[in-house]
């Protein structure tokens, strides 16, 4: 395996890549997203489950990632593709559940740290919206140094073997790398978010209620969504490269009466 730096200006080029393969399989690409995002829901319903949510979002990263690929190559991602890293062999799988369980750890920490900068919980009823925004920018600040150590760590472990601590540390190295890149990704895509959600805003404030514009909203965003994590595969496609298999140097037929010149 090989760390390839990429020029600043490819991180705008993965966003464009991001949205023309989604528009290859848009319904395809749309379902798979809402598969998860339905699993994730569901599952941070149950005692702890927010715990069961963070554990199970790299394998489902690796998952639209293999969709994206397959989008990419011009053919269907089934819905069997998002459990792509279950269907990988024992080995494979026991690397991305030791994953899944060092994300949901980072995850925790973060979230402790973060509600630490708010002071005390809210004793009793729903919480505020001063209290969410006040909690959200230290949860994302906390929150970076994580998504870099777990943006290639999936797919390193699955498309390279990667053991789990060692794909951590190969992620951190290769996003430390391109960080012009993946800055630029995240701008493109900060400026994509921006030029939809503002006209949405304003078709929705047009709306005779809030109720009457969710068809129409909802589904341009969770589009959004899955156009940014198609987009996460071509990060983590022109970062790495697989070493070619050696070639061993043929023998010389005969050494006699050969010159230097003629060696191999």
Known sequence: MKLNIVPARTGLTWVKLGIRTFFRQPLALVALFFMYMAVASVASLLP??????????????????????????????????????????????????????????????????????????????????????????????????????????????HFHGIAPAKSLFFSLVACLRNWKALALFGLGWCAVIIGVSMPLSIAAGLASSPEAALPIVAPILLALAAMFTTSIYFTFRDSFTEDPPSTPIPAPASTQGSTPGDMP
């Open 48 to 157: 702890f489950g927010f715990l069961l949510a963070f554990m199970i979002e790299p394998a489902a990263r690796l998952g639209l990632m293999a969709a994206a690929r397959e989008a990419s190559n011009e053919r269907f991602p089934m819905p069997a593709v998002l459990i792509t890293a279950f269907r990988a062999g024992r080995e494979r799988l026991r690397a991305m559940l030791v994953l899944g369980v060092m994300h949901a750890a980072a995850c925790a920490v973060v979230l402790l740290l973060a509600s630490l900068f708010t002071g005390d919980a809210p004793k009793a009823g729903p919480v505020t919206p001063e209290a969410q925004m006040s909690l959200m920018l230290p949860t994302l600040l906390l929150y970076m140094p994580v998504s870099m150590l777990f943006w290639h760590a999936p797919a390193l472990v």
